[in-house]
């Protein structure tokens, strides 16, 4: 964790890593979404490696960026394999992912 004049500081990456980490846990422990069995166990792997990498800004930023390019592999299989056109799984993680990568870090990584 960073720290600005001594005190601890979490930076904005980590936080939109933990609630999405948080959201994907929980949605799948509760099966709030209809989804397929592969994308169910995606979600439920994504809500725990999301929590356990949302702990530092580099770790978090990890998690942004395989978000982004495990579901786009995922949702370039969905378009190949599939005729149906069911990817909201994938496009909402690889939404989640750019918009961890592209936050600044705010105070905690000025220097």
Not at 27 to 36: E, F, M, T, Y
Not at 57 to 69: P, S, W
Not at 77 to 103: C, H, K, N, T
Request: proline share 4%; hydrophobic share 55%; charged share 15%.
């Amino acid at each position: 964790m960073a720290t600005v004049k001594g005190t601890p500081v979490i930076a904005k990456p980590q936080k939109i890593a933990f609630a999405v980490g948080a959201f994907n846990f929980g949605a799948a422990v509760l099966h709030i979404l209809a989804l397929s069995p592969v994308q169910h166990w995606a979600q439920l792997v994504t809500g725990v490696v999301g929590l356990l990498l949302a702990g530092r800004e580099d770790r978090a930023r990890l998690f942004g960026l395989l978000l982004i390019v495990c579901y786009g592999g995922m949702l370039a299989w969905d378009l190949a394999a599939a005729r149906q056109f069911d990817v909201y799984l994938p496009v909402r993680m690889i939404v989640s992912g750019i918009a961890i990568e592209v936050v600044t870090g705010g105070e905690a990584t000025r220097r």
